[in-house]
């Protein structure tokens, strides 16, 4: 027998000091993650939710030559709407209709697959992705579940009901791991629930807090909803939030009242829907809110990104809070206290007359929906939506995905039955009208466009910046396109075969570097050859 | 308990008003634009009308509603959920038991068969299997147009086109100028079928300019009356069949 033990154990040793397992990631590598530009951390990549990376292997000059270089393919059907972490040369992600996979992230190898089981019924529905914390990775469904699985082996440790979803309640997004606690948000706004934030601790999956999003009678705000229309008013918590370490703040974009169109029987301001709302992580109690869209009748939630900026504000370095909002305005709030700084339209609105002094909106006349129809813009979808914008500090600027559409909204009474859609009719497109796509850049200070780039369909794919003078952007027709950070210049695509409706990601393994997108049933990963 | 029963009865009845008024609110908002305001038909078909090849009993319109109808322009409507899914159903069948079956339309419907061919219809529409697919396929366009509609398309074909039906100009970098209908057009493509049913691809890059076109690829046809009441009423019976759209979609045709 030929000895060959000892190059066995040579090749062991070797790949322990290779070995991605046991990742651990630690609450205070997660506060300083822009610090790894190789891993993608969070939802967002860190938790300003500026989705830029300190990675310049793939720049401006050699784009042209990026090529796929894996492509994972998932069992489901459905829209892949994650987005997936890297530790340490470890991919994690979910696929739609309850799937975690761990793969290689050099080769897409697939180190273990997990498929959630629902006591009862199907647990069918897309998904946005993981948090991690420490070697343990958390994942919502879209039954209203929060689980804890094993980084390792992707095994079940925990499982916690947060909402019920006979009730209309659903997870999508991705939760945000703060300390020691796992924050999830929850999705229904269509389906008449009443919205929360939840914290659970991360060890056992007991509930730390809940925080709901609309007040009860007799509470601060409570008296903004009329009659007992708090009680299934919406205001939804879809989308992951952001988290200022230094202020331990964590920041939370709240979903439309409902029913969405319809806003009769639920007359007042609906606190705190269409809001950011800035929570104490340890306690679960509100520090400040400000409501982008009060008594909102058109959908215009503001679940999207709550970025959080640290620029010269009038001379002087301020905390910023930015948000693209889905009404069309581009908002910079003051994060400390909630100050409404300025606002500014990035794409066609026809709905404001101006902002008062304190920032509230000051609609102009016959922009509700009616029951023949009120054409206005932007449209029920946005503006912006979920598809995460971006941000180049090295140049300033604020990369926004938007839909430049309008809408005909209808709206007409509908009748509560717990657990069913509670819209108040709908909203229909407005027929000869273009609808199309945009990619702006913004100086997030002045919200003044610097450049656009149009996408021929308006499309749900997000953007993601590097330090290579590069914005990658998808679109509604499959396109993945890198954009030249500067000027808005088209230096490469790749048509990937089915719609985009989720942003990029890039990391590094072993010195190269990677860019990740989900597409259709593939992950696709590609690389300089 | 005479007078209890009274009550009880009116109070059914004004249940039930309010139950139609709320399906006729859900009606305008989302079926009128196909419709009509009063269910009269326009782009869609006449549901005053007491005959539908889909039926008009209860299940049969929950069905169209929620569901669609398969190969038409009739999407489906599947954030109906109940109740208001029962008011809508039951405003709609109100519609049709009110009419004796409809209006009849005037016109010789032979005649127009005639008129059809003579005016080369087949040359880009197709009913059954005959004709082009250049244009939009007419074996059921009876059953899903009102007549009204139909007397629009021939004399102001530009005031409705389907988007699968939109045309397209592309012009190359010579000058030249290419239309025909859009099959897909995205960001950095277009292709399209030109009159001669013929595919034509193109990068967007390599070409002067992408144009809708601005009106309608066929032209009005300005018929004499009589002419234009037979034709219409010819278009008005067809009525589709195992010839129809089902051979369309086993030939692949789209």
């Known amino acids: ?529 | 308990m005479r007078l209890l029963l009274l009550l009880m009865a009116a109070g059914a009845l004004s249940a039930q008003s309010r139950d139609l008024a709320a399906g006729r609110a859900a009606f305008v908002s989302n079926c009128a634009f196909c419709h009509g305001t009063t269910g009269e038909g326009g782009r869609g078909p006449n549901l005053t009308t007491a005959q539908s090849v889909h039926g008009r009993d209860e299940a049969s319109l929950r069905r169209v509603i929620t569901r669609g109808v398969p190969g038409s322009q009739m999407p489906g409507f599947g954030n109906f959920e109940e109740p208001s899914l029962t008011d809508l159903v039951l405003y709609v069948k109100s519609l049709s038991s009110r009419s004796a079956g409809g209006q009849a339309i005037p016109g010789d419907r032979a005649h127009g068969a005639v008129l059809y061919q003579s005016n080369k219809c087949a040359m880009c529409h197709r009913i059954g299997s005959e004709g082009s697919v250049f244009g939009p396929d007419l074996s059921r366009v009876g059953a899903g147009r009102s007549a009204a509609y139909l007397r629009e398309s021939l004399t102001k074909p530009a005031a409705d086109i389907m988007p699968e039906y939109q045309g397209v100009i592309v012009t190359l970098r010579d000058g030249t100028r290419v239309s025909g209908i859009r099959i897909n057009e995205d960001t950095f493509s277009v292709q399209l079928r030109d009159l001669t049913q013929k595919f034509r691809l193109f990068q967007k890059d390599e070409v002067q300019m992408v144009q809708d076109a601005p009106r309608s690829l066929m032209p009005p046809y300005n018929l004499p009356p009589k002419d234009l009441d037979d034709l219409v009423a010819y278009l008005a019976s067809l009525q589709g069949g195992p010839a129809g759209n089902q051979t369309r979609q086993a030939e692949g045709i789209r």
């Open chain 1, 1 to 529: 027998m030929k000895p060959v033990f000892p190059a066995l154990l040579l090749a062991a040793s070797a790949l322990a000091q290779n070995s991605p397992y046991p990742v651990d990631v630690p609450a205070a590598r997660i506060v300083k993650a822009l610090d790894e530009p190789q891993n993608w951390l969070t939802y967002f990549g860190d938790y300003k939710g500026v989705r830029h990376r300190a990675l310049n292997q793939v720049n401006t000059a050699n784009v042209k030559n990026l090529r796929v270089d894996w492509i994972f393919q998932i069992p489901t059907t459905g829209r892949f709407e994650t987005v997936p972490l890297v530790v340490d040369g470890v991919m994690f992600f979910t696929a739609q209709n309850g799937h975690a996979f761990s793969v290689d992230a050099r080769s897409g190898r697939q180190l273990w697959h997990y498929q959630y089981k629902p006591a009862e019924g199907t647990a069918d529905g897309l998904n946005r992705g993981l948090a991690i914390l420490n070697d343990r990775l958390y994942m919502g469904t879209v039954d209203g579940h929060l689980v804890c699985l094993d980084s390792t082996n992707g095994q079940l440790l925990w499982n916690t009901e947060v909402a019920s979803a006979k009730a209309g309640y659903s997870i999508t997004l991705a939760p945000l791991a703060v300390k020691d606690k796992i924050i999830v948000g929850v999705g229904g706004g269509e389906f008449g629930i009443r919205g929360f934030i939840d914290a659970y601790d991360a060890k056992s999956g007991q509930r730390a807090w809940r925080l709901y999003t609309i007040p009860e009678k007799g509470e601060p705000g409570g008296d903004t909803w009329q009659a007992d229309s708090w009680k299934r008013g919406g205001a939804p918590t879809w989308m992951t939030g952001t988290y200022d370490p230094e202020l331990d703040t964590v920041y939370w974009g709240v979903g439309n009242p409902g029913p969405d169109l319809y806003g009769q029987d639920r007359l007042g301001d609906n606190l705190y829907s269409c809001s950011v709302v800035a929570i104490d992580p340890g306690t679960g109690k509100m520090k400040w809110h400000y409501q982008f869209s009060p008594h909102d009748t058109h959908d215009w939630d503001a679940n999207e990104t709550p970025m959080l900026l640290d620029l010269p504000w009038k001379g002087q370095i301020r905390k910023l809070l930015v948000q693209a909002n889905r009404n069309a305005f581009f908002y910079v709030l003051d994060r400390t206290n909630g100050e409404f700084l300025m606002a500014k339209s990035y794409a066609r609105q026809s709905w404001l007359k101006e902002f008062d002094a304190k920032g509230r909106p000051v609609p102009l006349p016959n922009t509700e929906p009616s029951e023949q129809g009120t054409r206005l813009c932007p449209g029920l979808a946005g503006g912006a939506n979920w598809m995460a914008p971006s941000y180049n500090p090295d140049l300033q600027l604020f990369y926004v995905p938007y839909r430049e559409q309008c809408d005909i909204y209808f709206s007409t009474p509908p009748k509560f039955v717990e657990g069913k859609a509670y819209w108040g009719t709908a909203t229909r497109g407005v027929s000869d009208e273009k609808e199309w796509g945009v990619v702006k850049a913004l100086d997030p200070l002045t919200g003044e466009g610097k450049w656009e780039f149009k996408f021929y369909h308006a499309g749900w794919g997000g953007t993601m910046s590097t330090t290579g003078g590069l914005v990658f952007a998808g679109d509604a027709d499959g396109y993945l396109v890198a954009l030249d950070a500067k000027s808005g210049e088209l230096l490469w695509k790749l048509q990937t075969g089915s719609e985009i409706a989720t942003a990029p990601i890039t990391y590094m393994v072993n010195g190269k570097q990677y860019v990740t997108i989900a597409s259709g049933a593939a992950l696709i990963t590609l690389s300089l050859p």
